[in-house]
């Protein structure tokens, strides 16, 4: 069987390398693939190099601020930024929409700006071309065009039952026509992954982690896995049809619904079902529960007026300027330990609510292979939406460490009794800034990733398994004419 099979593939390949019309067209996508993998070196190494400069700038301008009250450098703020991961190049994801950098300020949680798509014109909703886009979108077609008529055509010629005579079975002539089309795929597609491996070690300066390795391995799996599901998909559909215009016809109504149509209802539905509120709804529920809880900046507010009786009754004085530490910082940390609870839990049901949108996605993975494996290469690629929260709860982290920790400077290092008129203002060393660590955004392990993407692995696994049980059994119903 095994020199049936590889005698039938080794056939189906020349026939198609030998097409001029098929070769034009595998030919164009080979430029495509390359075009995208220039553009996609290109963006990110013009956007991480910018990025990289202002977070250098930002931290520059950090450490050059003079004596200051430790509460107004924690109303300076900082500005965090998200870095691009090394192999972001090959799919851009949601990268072109989800901000870059975010000011992180004391009191208050700021949403995260300047995204590609706010400085773009309106052509970026079209998509934007990368390795990804052609190898999810533009392959399949390929194939569909290559296997079409694999089988249907060798029915309409005669040939069929020729082959069926000399020791050739069902089974041979599927797996062989398959494995024929899927080494013409394949001999485009190693030659890019190559390509890809050169480009992201020269991206992460020859110094290669192991996370971004297996990554990379599990992303060149998957897609393997999609072609060849494709493959196996088109060469069944074209042995059960009587005609080449129908197998054709099938496919392409198959490509438009699968790849253009659901995504995109998939979409919709989601956001009909689990709906947000608008940004102004949201800061308005925020503003709204903020409120409730009090103003730690007005000394007359009815719970912080409460917290100083409780210190004043405890430390049994009867002026705050006679607490062994500074009041003012004191009620700022708490002010802000409030008010983060506040911000996060808002924060945190707007995630979920987007979460659950893309639960519905996640699911109708399950019957469609393109967008199982669209969500399993945006998460490895570091371009999905849980790696854009998951940047946003690590500068939140941040953010809140450096409110509580200029807080904190401020109740050991400043004095309670206020300066005359004609006296210095209230200030600590400059070098207290530096012992304020650098905002530094670190990827998730590949690990979580596949364990998070495990109803999209799940869903390209069960259609593997699925495509090769029809190769297998499913000549029993298969007619010759």
């Known amino acids: ?27 164009l996508l080979g430029l495509s693939l390359c075009l995208a993998t ?19 700038l930002v931290r520059a301008q950090w450490l050059a601020k003079p ?15 998200r870095e691009k991961h090394e192999l972001s190049f090959f799919d851009f994801g949601i990268e072109s929409f989800a901000g870059v950098s975010i000011f992180l300020e004391a009191h208050k949680q700021n949403t995260v700006n300047f995204s590609e798509a706010g400085f773009s014109n309106g052509m970026l909703r079209f998509g934007e071309i990368s390795v990804a886009m052609v190898l999810q979108l533009l392959v399949p077609l390929l194939i569909i065009f290559l296997g079409y008529d694999s089988i249907s055509a060798e029915r309409e010629s ?5 082959l069926l005579c000399q020791k050739v079975t069902w089974k041979k002539l599927l797996w062989g026509k398959t494995f ?15 390509l890809t491996i050169s480009l992201w070690a020269s991206l992460s300066d020859w110094a290669v982690s192991g996370d971004s390795a297996i990554r990379l391995l599990i992303l060149i799996i998957c897609y393997s896995a999609y072609f060849f599901i494709i493959v196996a998909i088109t060469v069944l559909v074209s042995a059960f049809s009587k005609s080449s215009r129908t197998v054709l016809t099938t496919l392409l109504a198959a490509w438009i619904v699968l790849i253009i149509i659901v995504p995109r209802i998939t979409q919709a539905v989601g956001n009909r079902i689990f709906p947000v509120p608008s940004k102004l709804e949201f800061l308005d529920q925020i503003a709204s529960d903020v409120q409730k809880q009090g103003d730690s900046h007005d000394a007359n507010d009815l719970h912080y007026a409460g917290i100083k009786d409780s210190l004043l009754k405890a430390y049994r004085v009867d002026d705050v300027k006679k607490l062994p530490f500074n009041y003012g910082g004191f009620i700022m940390a708490e002010g802000e330990r409030i008010t983060s609870g506040i911000y996060s839990a808002h924060q945190k049901k707007l995630n979920e609510k987007f979460q659950r949108q893309n639960s519905i996605t996640a699911m109708v993975a399950l019957l469609n292979p393109y967008l199982a494996l669209k969500q399993v290469s945006m998460a490895l690629t570091a371009s999905d939406f849980e790696t854009f929260v998951d940047f946003q709860n690590q500068a939140e982290a941040y953010r809140y460490g450096l409110a509580q920790k200029m807080n904190k400077l401020q109740i050991d290092k400043i004095s309670n009794e206020k300066p005359d008129e004609h006296d210095k203002p209230l200030s600590i060393s400059r070098s207290n800034w530096a012992e304020q660590p650098d905002f530094n955004y670190k990827f998730k392990f590949y690990g979580k990733v596949v364990r998070q993407e495990g109803v999209a692995l799940t869903a390209l696994a069960l259609w593997l398994v699925m495509v090769i049980l029809l190769l297998q059994y499913s000549p029993r119903w298969i007619k010759t004419v």
């Open 180 to 194: 024929g089309i899927l080494a013409v795929v394949l001999s485009m597609f190693i030659p890019l992954i190559l």
């Open 67 to 81: 004596d200051k009250h430790p509460h107004r450098m924690a109303h300076y703020g900082y500005l965090a930024f």
């Open 38 to 56: 220039y553009v996609g070196w290109q963006n990110f190494k013009s956007q991480n190099s910018q990025r990289l400069h202002y977070k250098q």
């Open 1 to 27: 069987m095994k020199n049936i099979v590889f005698t039938i593939s080794r056939q189906s390949y020349k026939n198609i390398i030998a097409n001029r019309a098929t070769l034009a067209l595998a030919v």
């Open 158 to 162: 005669g040939t069929l039952k020729i």
